[in-house]
């Protein structure tokens, strides 16, 4: 009995602590992985400074991602050195690209688990805590996690990620997350769904549903039913009218007129669509392997503002891919103008180990030419960007409150159906937090606009 008692008091006071990197879908992977945990005795940290275990949930996307990696796990090294029972455990695409070899190169390291590992962590800490290194790389074809409910991490209670579906079973040819992701597979819709309403019930006003490529969610349910996004969107969006709901990320060769017509059919569902194109250039998207042309992706950008004038778009765009010449450069530039996006992310090509393009074509353009060109990148879409706010002002705009405004504590903060960040005066209106306010836009500053709450028109 007493044995037992102290180990309940033991694994009670164990602490653990996680960092995470990479794309929204790494962070509610972290979620269930502190779901997981808690489960099995263990309590978040918000310092690693008193954890027992210390995990960094990984991305590989780019080089530079994996060395922002590597300084932190610098650190939590020295955290070790003076705390030896301090157990590190890396986590996510880094762990499922680099494998057992991250033991060796970073000896430290007590545990590697890769994105589909999560449910093996309680087993694989208790052999790490027995001196072993312990490794679970093994991608699988079912694993959605879904009937494990996140534990929500750093939240405000306005916003949640759910994630809808795993990997992706496109070959983009500089892409490393079919790799670390694995094959691409859907979750229940009925879970999904459940995991969306609990989330209102407990106060959430926004839902972002997560996937690689959500317009290739596909399920079977119980009943033989095939549900499509579409069908899943709108599912979702039937919760309450009060519950905005954003998806992210859509390819541009597999969203459907049908999901645009739910989007317009509606108003809960943000007028929003992360549409990454990579670049203008025909012959180097052919050789990215995106499957559309410049034609094609304009034609569905025009197809997009047919039904939805003011819907926001937003790009994803890739400097300096291999062979890219200045005419395909100047392309890119091209497309941005015609796109008339609100906001993009930009990068330089980064090449990654093991990739088609890796394997396939020389990564030639040289680094201070892909800087220059994703510098002429950023610098036009800057500017679009800024139209964009300017044309905002005199409008007005349905805000979710998020919080507090970063500058002062007499603002709020939120974002509008189009993505866009609003910060606002609180004055003394009766609003707070997951409220929603309607505000009349007076100026831009950078990416964020500047309003006034209209009382009298209060949601
Ligand atoms: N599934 C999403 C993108 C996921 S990765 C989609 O298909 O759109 C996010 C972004 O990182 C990509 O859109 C791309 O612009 C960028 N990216 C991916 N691999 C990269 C690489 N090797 N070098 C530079 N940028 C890359
Ligand atoms: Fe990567 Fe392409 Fe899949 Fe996006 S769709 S995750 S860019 S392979
Ligand atoms: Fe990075 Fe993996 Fe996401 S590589 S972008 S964390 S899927």
Redesign the pocket.
Known sequence: MEVLTTKLQDSAAKKFYIESYG?AMNFADSEIVASILNGNGFTASTTYADADLVLINTCS??EKAEQTIRSRLHIFRQAKRSNPGLLIGVLGCMAERLKSKLLEEERLVDLVVGPDGYRTLPMLIEAAEGGQKSVNVLLSREETYADISPVRLNSNGVNAFVSIMRG?N?M?S????PFTRGRERSRDAVSIVKECSELFDQGYREVTLLG??VDSYHWYSADEQDISFAMLLEQVAGISPELRVRFS?S?PKDITDDVLQVITRHENICNYIHL?V?SGSNRVLQLMNRTYTREWYLAKVRRIRELMPDCGITS???AGFCTETETDHQETLSLIQEAQFDMS?M??????PG?LAARRYADDVPEAEKKRRLDEIVKCQNKISQFSNRKDIGSISKVLIEGDSKKSEQDWMGRNSQNKVVVFPKENIALGKGDYAMVRILESTGATLIGQVIPEAKN
Do not use: L
């Open positions: 794309c996307i780019r992706c496109n983009c500089f892409c490393v997350v690689q490529n990320t390819h990454p990579q994803d765009i890739i992310y990068y330089f090509y980064s090449e990654r990739t």
